[in-house]
């Protein structure tokens, strides 16, 4: 079936320094990338939406410009968090729609556990 | 606003007995919804969808089902088996916008 790959799986980093985090579909191509964000005992927040080749689109309240979203090709999809923090620390999940979407859905990664120290 | 509402966080049920997870929405204009299942650390793992134009959808020992008048939709797990511990997430979304919006997730215990 389908598979997401998300790297890295979890990643520790100091206040002030940017992380990168890639989702990388195997065997199937995604024009389309969601990303979420998980607080404890919370639901899955979508955060962005990256489109291979044009500009990601943002959900209400998430800063473009510290979580940076990039879809350079049809395989790739990155997120990048900039100048990190504390609150920043959550668990970061990519997915992507898995044709036909009726049948198999959505393809999540394994996801990322930031912790900003 | 919550428009997929998951009111209970947690249901224990016996092995071999029925699990039933319940979702309820607001947004008429959701017509299609999934459930995943997540353990911890892990990214959701998509278990079985519905359309609106149905109202029971069957995979196995998974049953969705529908009922738009009261936009609520279930889970049922029969039988239940230890391997079924885990988080449940229903989503809905408008076909075509792609977008998911999920529920606050049911955690699911299934004792032996």
């Known amino acids: 079936g389908a598979v997401v790959s998300q790297h890295p799986s979890r990643v520790i980093c100091k206040s002030g320094t940017s992380v990168k985090i890639e989702c990388r579909s195997l065997d199937f191509q995604a024009t389309t990338m969601f990303w979420y964000r998980q607080f404890p005992k919370q639901s899955l927040m979508l955060m962005a939406t990256?489109?291979?080749?044009?500009?990601?689109?943002?959900e209400q309240g998430v800063e473009k410009d510290k979580f940076l979203i990039n879809h350079a090709s049809l395989t790739l999809s990155t997120l990048t968090v900039t100048s990190a923090h504390p609150e920043d620390s959550s668990f970061y999940i990519c997915s992507a729609p898995t044709a036909p979407v009726s049948l198999y859905g959505y393809t999540f990664g394994s996801g990322t556990r930031l912790t900003v120290v | 606003d919550q428009q997929v509402k998951q009111n209970s966080p947690s249901l224990s049920v016996q092995e071999g007995r029925i699990s039933i997870l319940n979702c309820d929405y607001t947004n008429s204009m959701f017509d299609y919804f999934l459930w995943y299942k997540k353990y911890p650390a892990e990214g959701p793992t998509f278990l079985i969808s519905?359309?609106?134009?149905?109202d029971k959808n069957e995979d196995g020992r998974f049953t969705v089902f529908l009922n738009k008048s009261a936009k609520h939709l279930s889970l049922h797990i029969v039988p239940s088996q230890p391997g079924d511990s885990a988080v449940y997430f229903c989503?809905?979304?408008?076909?075509?916008?792609?977008?998911?919006?999920f529920g606050q997730g049911t955690r699911l215990t299934i004792n032996p």
């Open positions: 989503a809905a979304s408008v076909q075509g916008a792609q977008k998911l919006v």
């Open positions: 990256s489109n291979e080749g044009s500009k990601a689109t943002y």
């Open positions: 519905i359309s609106s134009i149905k």
